[in-house]
């Protein structure tokens, strides 16, 4: 007979964290025939041919066992190679490289290692799903920074400005945004770098999606604020391979920054994770050394870009209004015109039509009235998601 009593035995904290509202309706598509879903970001693209080959060799020939807690020297080194190439940062490999289970983890340890009990940590939103949880979860207070459609989803100098307070430790920087698609060029970064300067703040800039930005120039490449003078040494930066290497499923990223932070976020890995998948591993070497590779990147960005534009114009169409992203691969529309919350507009939407998005308010209570859509899908998915949606809008009015 179990007489325990559960709600006293569990941890208030890890009670009180609500459930992914991402999962919740891909989960809902699960249990449904006929669904078309654009509720994930996962590319559809298979992890490039070259990327798999390596670790199919690495298997072959018997590499399975620990790395060093950081990660191969290997990789490391290459990682630090690409940074250079990516952001113009020079990080030296032994000490301020860590390798992380995704991106994920190392968003997970970068907050841990700096979080006491009630520090403030800046979160801009409509922001990706993870950042206030884990914040919470490590006794900090997450503080929302709302950031609005008419200022194209970016961190603005005042809006910064006005959520710092005494208690204030880390600023969460998202950008590539998801879920907006919003990308924070270098003069806009800048204002925002003027403002942590001379502070005790750090900030955590999350960089999964700085491979995709769109625009064709240089001057619409990305730019991470550890590059900006003074920035550096108060910069964690956060990436991975999921996303523009088409890497999801290996759960390989990594966390860079300086030394006396990053010797700390080693400790928390070492105990909570061990290593990464050293398979993984090999494959990421090959990922950021090979010719082939960086092709296949500049074919799938082009695609993306191309989905990019067919969603804007299509919500556009429908009567729908549509930001432009320039980054990441989500669109998100506003749907306010329907008279429906996000929650009921994706209801609906999923039961009459068979076509699963995410409402706005998963990524903070500042997304209600817009949804979430993800192009990382073919040119025929998206184009019969776009007709059933079409209709939904149509049998509303």
Not at 264 to 280: E, G, N
Request: hydrophobic share 40%; with cysteine; aromatic share 8%.
């Amino acid at each position: 007979m179990n007489n325990l009593d559960y709600e006293k035995i569990l941890s208030d904290k890890v009670k009180n964290v609500k459930f992914s509202g991402i999962r919740k309706f891909f989960d809902i598509a699960a249990t449904m025939d006929n669904v078309i879903s654009l509720s994930v970001g996962e590319p559809d693209f298979k992890t490039p041919w070259a990327i798999r080959r390596k670790a199919i060799l690495s298997l072959e020939t018997g590499h399975t066992r620990y790395s060093s807690n950081s990660g191969m020297a290997e990789l490391r080194d290459e990682v630090c190679k690409y940074m250079q190439n990516l952001i113009g940062v020079t990080y030296n490999p032994k000490n301020e490289i860590v390798m992380t289970v995704g991106g994920s983890e190392a968003i997970d340890i970068a907050i841990r290692a700096l979080v006491n009990n009630g520090d403030e940590v800046l979160v801009p939103e409509p922001c990706f799903v993870c950042y206030s949880p884990i914040v919470e979860l490590t006794g900090g207070v997450s503080v929302p920074i709302v950031t609005k459609v008419e200022d194209n989803f970016k961190l603005t100098p005042e809006a910064l400005k006005a959520a710092i307070t005494p208690k204030t430790k880390a600023l969460i920087l998202p950008f590539p945004n998801n879920p907006t698609g919003g990308v924070m060029r270098r003069g806009e970064l800048e204002k925002i770098a003027e403002v942590l300067r001379g502070t005790n703040i750090i900030t955590i800039s999350d960089e999964i999606y700085a491979e995709l930005t769109y625009g064709g120039s240089d001057l619409n490449k990305h730019v991470s604020i550890a590059s900006l003078e003074g920035m550096r040494e108060r910069t964690i930066v956060i990436n991975g391979f999921s996303k523009a290497f088409a890497m999801t499923g290996w759960r390989l990223g990594w966390v860079s920054g300086p030394e006396p932070i990053l010797t700390q976020i080693l400790k928390i890995h070492q105990y909570a994770i061990m290593c990464s998948p050293t398979t993984s591993q090999y494959a990421a070497i090959t990922a950021l050394s090979s010719p082939e590779v960086r092709s296949d990147i500049e074919f799938m960005v082009n695609e993306y870009d191309m989905r990019r534009r067919l969603c804007v114009k299509s919500f556009n169409d429908m009567g729908l209004t549509c930001f432009n992203p320039e980054g990441a691969f989500y669109v998100f529309p506003c749907i306010k015109s329907t008279g429906l919350t996000s929650e009921e507009f994706c209801e609906r939407l999923i039961k009459a039509k068979r076509v699963a998005v995410v409402p706005g308010t998963a990524f903070g209570a500042s997304g209600e009235g817009f949804v979430r859509v993800s192009y990382a899908y073919s040119l025929k998915h998206l184009t019969d998601a776009f007709a059933r949606i079409e209709e939904f809008l149509n049998e509303l009015i």
